[in-house]
């Protein structure tokens, strides 16, 4: 299939010829007829497949074919995003496409200033691309107008309907027109979340390529076992290798990545770090210098991370275990993306284990584990600190991880009383 039998105009053809590409990827060739016909959808797809194509595309070509019909000044579509950088990266992408084309663009996010946002907002746009909470400020100052509003679309819709974005994102919605397309998009989507697309979808298509329970099959995993105190040393030993050229490392907590990036640079590593705590200058300076290779070295946060579109990343270092498989097959996504190839590298701790566990099981497959060359690993002090975590016989663990209740026997009832108290 080409990018001419989608039912896209000439001049959108032509950007896209620009751009270099002759095919779409799988999730816009399912996508894109399914848009056009005014269907609400919802799309999941490993990252690197094109999803953000998937809806800039049809979302342009409605824009132009409905313009004539156009009655007042009013923002015709809207797209939201977890992340700043996200918000970018889609801007940059309609820029891409509509070359050739007229339309109004604003961007909304928070760490900038808000005024010339607010002026772009009254002047009249025909697309909005914004993060929920500057958003909803600027909503709240009377500076948007969603009555003519046709087009919707959640990207990144696992996020953006966490438990952290979801009242952000109703009230955005109850002031949209009920009458409207609304399309979410996704890397992951859970049984749970999915419930959730009801409130804002009507009847809408379901379009999966892949298994959402797998990363793409360009990237190579595997582990090593590693006590905290190692982490750091283990991965400057890693970074001894030429071939991890472009390496993006996730940490936990933004000062987790503030500290590691400032013991690579100490070791004469480049490296910058990005996370919600730095202005939205110094993240997209070191976004740029990452990409320009003027740093060898990325630390991000999960949240952050949304977002970091960089070709040739060559590998990512999971410093701090995921918490979760989303999390994870989002995180690895950052590398072989677009058909390259690219590693992803986990530590696993002595409290990783059951993470690890719940993801082995959710990708039906065991991750390879490996050890280092030439790097001494703390054997006697990863098993000590394991017999420290293991869960006591008859104890169930808190996370629900499966053990079974063994049956306590008592030698009398107070025993068995005083037992339950406490």
């Given at each position: ?34 848009v056009l016909e005014g269907r609400d959808l919802i799309g999941i797809a490993q990252t690197g497949t094109g ?177 905290k105190s190692q982490k750091i040393g283990l991965l400057k030993h890693l970074l001894g290798n030429n071939d ?179």
């Amino acid at each position: 299939m080409s990018f001419d039998s989608l039912g896209l105009r000439p001049e959108i053809l032509k950007a896209i010829k620009e751009t270099g590409y002759t095919e779409p990827t799988p999730i816009q060739s399912s996508s894109i007829p399914q848009v056009l016909e005014g269907r609400d959808l919802i799309g999941i797809a490993q990252t690197g497949t094109g999803k953000t194509a998937a809806f800039t595309l049809p979302m342009l070509e409605k824009l132009i074919h409905h313009d004539g019909q156009r009655k007042g000044r009013g923002t015709r579509a809207l797209v939201l995003s977890p992340t700043r950088e996200l918000v970018v990266q889609i801007e940059e992408n309609v820029k891409t496409y509509a070359k050739h084309i007229p339309v109004k663009v604003a961007t909304v996010y928070g760490g900038v200033g808000e005024n010339p946002q607010k002026k772009a907002l009254r002047s009249g746009v025909e697309l909005i691309i914004a993060t929920p909470g500057r958003l909803m400020d600027l909503m709240g100052q009377g500076c948007t107008n969603f009555s003519e509003c046709e087009f919707f679309v959640l990207d990144e819709a696992d996020r953006m309907l966490d438990m952290g974005f979801l009242p952000n994102v109703r009230k955005i919605v109850s002031s949209l027109p009920k009458k409207r397309q609304t399309l979410l998009f996704s890397a992951t989507l859970s049984k749970e979340i999915e419930k959730l697309t009801r409130e804002f979808q009507h009847s809408p298509k379901f379009v999966e390529i892949g298994k959402r329970s797998n990363p793409a099959d360009t990237v190579e995993q595997f582990l090593y076992e590693v006590t905290k105190s190692q982490k750091i040393g283990l991965l400057k030993h890693l970074l001894g290798n030429n071939d991890l050229y472009s390496v993006l490392v996730f940490t936990r907590t933004k000062y987790g990545a503030d500290r590691v990036a400032k013991q690579l640079g100490k070791s004469g590593i480049q490296t910058g770090a990005i996370h919600s705590n730095r202005t939205q200058n110094q993240r997209t300076r070191a976004l740029n210098d990452f990409k320009d290779g003027k740093i060898r070295v990325l630390v991000a946060t999960d949240i952050a991370a949304r977002g970091i579109d960089v070709e040739g990343i060559t590998h990512v270092v999971n410093l701090d275990f995921p918490p979760t498989p989303e999390d994870y097959i989002h995180r690895i996504g950052r590398t072989g993306r677009a058909k390259s190839e690219g590693v992803a590298i986990s530590f696993v701790t002595e409290e990783d284990r059951n993470p690890l566990r719940t993801l082995e099981r959710f990708m039906k497959k065991s991750i390879i584990r490996r050890r280092a060359k030439g790097f001494v690993f703390d054997q006697q002090a990863f098993a000590a600190t394991d017999r420290k975590h293991k869960t006591p016989r008859g104890i169930k663990p808190k996370d629900g991880s499966g053990f079974k209740r063994q049956k306590k026997r008592f030698s009398s009832p107070s025993k068995r009383r005083n037992f339950r108290r406490n």
